[in-house]
Nanobody, 122 residues
């Protein structure tokens, strides 16, 4: 059974940093794309970052330059380092494993994490 265990969320002041982790288990994910989405209250889930198995990374414009996605393939774990956080980054962050990065990425994700809350106060 596939499990995604997320950690690292919390509350920080604007300008602060957080690091999210998502550990996947239950099968081998070496060739899978791993990424992050987020959903703020009253808004739709949106793409944040993705790490393709060959090493290519993608970022949403809103986080480019502030967030960094990385991956430890040996541990099947993906990370999201977030710096210079802003109140508008407040959301539940979801780990996403599988699927193909593109315009319909969210629709073809194979596995979702349970979500971890990130709250940025002004």
């Amino acid at each position: 059974q596939v499990q995604l265990v997320e950690s690292g969320g919390g509350m920080v002041q604007a300008g602060g940093s957080l690091r999210l982790s998502c550990a996947a288990s239950g099968r081998t994910f070496t060739s899978y794309t791993m990424g992050w989405f987020r959903q703020a209250p009253g808004k739709e889930r949106e793409f944040v970052a993705a790490f393709r198995w060959r090493g290519t990374t993608y970022y949403a414009d809103a986080v480019q330059g502030r967030f960094t996605i990385s991956r430890d393939s040996a541990k099947d774990t993906v990370y999201l380092q977030m710096i210079s956080l802003k109140p508008e980054d407040t959301a539940v962050y979801y780990c996403a494993v599988g699927g193909r990065y593109g315009s319909d990425y969210a629709a073809n994700v194979d596995y979702w994490g349970q979500g971890t809350q990130v709250t940025v106060s002004s």
